[in-house]
């Protein structure tokens, strides 16, 4: 029979091409998966630029240079830790091993 043994259609042996579908599956997978995290991780980084920048934009400092200055770093020092908790996390969403 011409085509492969076991008379399978497609020839070759029958449990290596499962073995190669199992394989295929596998990295089609694990593609999928690091296309999710890396998805993840760019939303969450625009996430937190947003965020930051949308929270500056509701400052209305008040007062000279000095004054300004003193607001503007007082609020940062509330929105920083935030935005660098989303950052970690987009940062282990691209690290995240398979």
């Known amino acids: 029979m ?3 043994g076991f008379g399978f259609p ?3 042996d ?5 073995r190669g579908l199992r394989e295929f599956a596998e990295q089609q997978a694990e ?3 690091e296309a999710q995290r890396e998805q993840f991780a760019t939303l969450t980084l625009n996430t937190a630029v947003e965020l ?5 934009q509701q400052l209305q ?9 003193i607001a ?6 509330v929105l920083f830790p935030e935005a660098v908790a989303l950052v970690s996390a987009a ?3 691209f690290m995240r091993e398979t």
């Open 2 to 4: 011409e085509g492969g």
């Open 10 to 12: 497609f020839g070759g």
């Open 14 to 18: 029958p449990e290596e091409i499962m």
């Open 31 to 33: 593609s999928v998966q």
């Open 52 to 56: 930051t920048a949308a929270a500056l």
């Open 61 to 69: 400092p008040q007062g000279g240079p000095d004054e300004q200055a």
């Open 72 to 77: 503007l770093r007082d609020a940062m020092r």
């Open 91 to 93: 940062r282990q969403g």
